[in-house]
């Protein structure tokens, strides 16, 4: 997934497009790791997940998705199925 995440990013940089992800998406994702460790010292308890975007992830368009900005391509979806 990382290779794949990479090249999409090398991708939109070279061809002046969005990144498919952006600082809140890589925070949230970062965030998980800190948050399985807290829910663990609590007993497996639940813990809220912080928005980190206070609230404007609700009107933001998606970025990567398939779609005419990110079309389907078979080599990716080839990775994805081996791993």
Do not use: H, Q
Not at 17 to 37: H, K, R, T
Not at 41 to 50: C, E, I, N
């Amino acid at each position: 997934m990382d290779y794949i995440m990479l090249n999409d990013f090398f991708d939109a940089v070279r061809n002046n497009n969005p990144v498919p992800l952006n600082a809140y998406d890589a925070a949230a994702w970062s965030a998980i790791s800190a948050l399985s460790e807290m829910s663990i010292a609590r007993g497996g308890s639940l813990v809220d997940f912080p928005d980190f975007t206070r609230g404007k992830w609700i009107k933001n368009k998606p970025f990567f998705a398939i779609d005419e900005s990110f079309p389907f391509d078979s080599k990716r979806m080839l990775i994805n199925t081996i791993f």
